[in-house]
């Protein structure tokens, strides 16, 4: 038997046996686990609701940037009556996802209680979000601050002090910005899921910012709101003429969602400019797109960069140089996938924009 | 070289030629992993049952696999050992499991693993290899025991989850960080050199 035949034969039969081996275990295992993670997410449900509840599952599909999204709510009553929604609520947190049950009142105006399911913060800091042993009375005290904590109109979060109105907790010293993630997933997530439970699967834009929206608009121009098919506008004008257009958007970016403002011309010719909302990406990689340290002049130089750029057609990318044309800009080197997203975001949503207001 | 007896092939990995301690391989998940007992404890018996399986697999078609494609070979064995440990612990230990992570998977590229297979498993009957898989898995679960108790013990105030610290002791949250992982793991390399220096003297 010549060599290379043997080579073939040795490495393709170790191959399909490793392969039967690990089907038969998959088929094996595979029930355990899945049986494991609802367990789970099951005793996460009951934990957060009130006692002696029935719950039925609500499930509700939404479109969201072209694909169906289904959102599960628990429903908690007692005699017929609703007493509480709970659901799982997920974001970056500091350096990994933090996910969560939480259970509101019917009307998500009190966070009834919140759960950590799953973090994998910095041990000893960001960790103790869920359980930190220098409070010995009880470890969990962080979280245990959101029972009875009112979620409307927002929930806030002050340091080192004790919290004084009903709607603010107390950071965690050393673990501020997990603490902060924390708000900040409540925040918008019970907003969203209030908008898809009680709007029948219609998903709500959230109201952005007054000053996100001026910050991409020509100064001292009129502002008004524009709805259409569900989508919302600003429009600018100066008397009679609309000067130019604001454009919620929001995509995912390497690892959280990037939401941003764009500001464009009136017809469509010229980017304005473009304000960053919210992001969570890798702090020093993905951060780069509003904060680059190594720019000392402009740290936010990426985002800058789409100030007049033109968009008769697409915004390109290029690495390493200099954009050549006018509908260029240079993606972060170290950042490409989130500098990706947010130039494909823009394209997408002036896109969707232009054909919304017909132009 | 004199040939080793069955005895010695079995002692060399959990001392003098300890995987972690003298020939400095599978550094990363020591490093990483050894934040509690209980996760060092885990890791080091899911290596050690990789190291024996591979081991004997890798002993018994030595003749048959051949040199140049030995390499693709052998990892293939050893990842599906690492996925049936995986999925094993997934399954009867979610906790350890989702407290190991990616460091389950990660055992494929564990250079002590690899090492064994090229250096000593392709070369030796099964006995000998299943011997020195033994005391090598041995040699490194004892390290990383000892490595992750000291953290744990220091950085959370525990041991195996239990409180082993007297009340009032504040813990040194640095030791469950990665630079307690490399200080705690330089001391113990220095310790292992002094002990065996002053033997040879």
Known sequence: ?359 | MKEKTAIQEFVKGLWDENPVLVQLLGLCPTLAVTVSAENGMAMGLAATFVLLCSSFLVSLFRKVIPGQVRIAAYIVIIATFVTIADRFLAAFTPDISKSLGPFIPLIIVNCIILGRMEAFASKNGIGRSLLDALGMGLGFTMTLLVLSSIREILGSGTWFGMDVMWGSFSPWSVMILPPGAFLTLGCMIAGANWINNRRKA
């Open chain 1, 1 to 359: 038997m010549s060599n290379t035949a043997k080579i073939i034969i040795v490495l393709t039969l170790i191959t399909v046996i490793s392969g039967a081996v690990l089907a038969v275990l998959d088929n094996y295992t595979k029930p355990r686990i899945e049986a494991y993670k609802n367990k789970v997410k099951n005793e996460a449900v009951y934990e957060v609701l009130p006692q002696n509840v029935k719950v039925k599952t609500i499930v509700r599909s939404v479109m969201e940037n072209d694909k169906t999204v289904e959102y599960t709510f628990y429903e908690a009553s007692i005699k017929n009556e609703v007493v509480a929604y709970a659901f799982q609520v997920a974001g970056g947190g500091f350096q990994s996802e933090l996910v969560l049950m939480v259970s509101v009142k019917p009307d998500f105006s009190e966070i009834i209680n919140a759960k950590i399911l799953a973090q994998v913060e910095t041990p000893g800091l960001g960790t103790r979000i869920e359980n930190d042993p220098s409070n010995k009375e009880n470890p969990a005290w962080f979280i245990d601050q959101f029972k009875g904590l009112k979620a409307n109109p927002e929930i806030t979060y002050i340091k080192n002090v004790k919290p004084s109105k009903d709607t603010e907790i107390q950071a965690i010293t050393g673990a501020t910005i997990s603490s902060a993630a924390i708000v900040r997933i409540l925040n918008a997530e019970i907003k969203k899921a209030k908008a898809v439970l009680l709007s029948n699967g219609v998903a709500e834009n959230n109201e952005p910012n007054k000053e996100d929206i001026l910050a991409v608009l020509p100064e001292n121009a009129e502002i008004q709101k524009i709805e259409k098919n569900g989508q919302v506008l600003y429009s600018a004008s100066k008397g009679k003429d609309i000067l130019a257009y604001a454009i919620p958007a929001a995509c995912k970016g390497y690892q959280s969602e990037i939401s941003l403002m764009i500001g464009v011309k009136a017809d469509f010719s010229e980017i304005l400019g473009v304000k960053v909302i919210s992001q969570s990406e890798t702090p020093g990689w993905g951060t780069k797109i509003v904060n680059d340290p190594a720019n000392e002049n402009n740290p936010c130089w990426f985002i800058d960069q789409f100030k007049g750029v033109k968009i008769n057609s697409d915004i390109s990318f290029v690495l390493n140089k200099k954009p050549e044309n006018k509908s260029g800009v240079q993606a972060i080197t170290g950042a490409t996938i989130s500098s990706a997203a947010v130039v494909d975001i823009i394209n997408t949503s002036i896109k969707e924009a232009k054909a919304l207001l017909n132009k």
